[in-house]
């Protein structure tokens, strides 16, 4: 049977971070305010046939298919939230599964950094896909699993305060984000990113 990792609905995409995952992605492009769905299954070839399923049962667009040998990311999204949660719907019902069988996220690194040194943010900013950082700002750091619950932390840390979205990964073994700005606002950021990852329910993922 296959292991549901990652199940998380967005209910609507913040600006940032829409543009932040159009600038990696490879399929459809999100806009700002549509809902989403991040799915992640093991083993990962099953994501081809959870597509095909998805895209047939109504009507979504999907932005992101990854397929490696143990696992396989899907994101979908819709200006219609009904729509992405059917197509959810439709994936659960082919695995036999439900939405409580996912694994539970954990956040395994959560890091906040003050008044950045020049070359710290040159180094940070190399490496992003969003915003840069600037020299005195705050970095705040998230590392999770499964890596696709990272994406609701990013959003979520959009929704509660003014900060920037320098970075976010929602596939391999660990997701990550990176935010900057200023100090008072990475405070309420990363309190909302972590929040939203313990506020995720699900089963203790099994060992490998």
């Known amino acids: ?13 913040q600006p940032q ?10 399929g459809y492009l999100p806009i700002a305010g549509q809902a989403s769905l991040f799915i992640e299954i093991a083993p990962g070839m099953d994501i081809n046939r959870m597509t ?19 696992f396989g990311m899907l994101e979908l999204h819709s200006d219609s939230q009904a729509d992405v949660r059917a197509a959810g719907e439709a ?4 695995l036999g599964l439900k939405e409580e069988d996912r ?24 490496m992003r896909h969003g915003n840069m950082i600037l020299p005195g700002q705050t970095l705040y750091v998230m590392e999770c699993a499964p890596a696709g619950y990272a994406a609701i ?7 509660a305060a003014n900060i920037n979205i320098l970075e976010v990964r ?16 990475i405070e309420v950021g990363y309190q909302a990113a972590e929040a939203a990852i313990q506020a995720i329910t699900g089963k203790v993922a099994s060992k490998k």
């Open 52 to 70: 095909d399923i998805a895209l047939k049962a109504t009507n979504v667009t999907p932005g992101m298919q990854i397929v490696e040998r143990t």
């Open 153 to 159: 932390a990013a959003n979520e840390a959009e929704k």
């Open 17 to 26: 971070f829409a543009s932040f995952f159009a600038t990696v992605s490879q």
């Open 1 to 13: 049977m296959a292991e549901l990792r990652t199940y998380v609905f967005l209910d609507s995409l």
């Open 170 to 185: 929602t596939v391999g073994a660990f997701g990550r984000i990176y935010l900057g700005g200023e100090e008072r606002d």
């Open 91 to 94: 994936i659960l019902n082919e």
């Open 103 to 126: 694994v539970k996220p954990a956040v395994t690194t959560s890091q906040v950094i003050r008044h950045l040194s020049d070359y710290h943010t040159q180094l940070i900013n190399r």
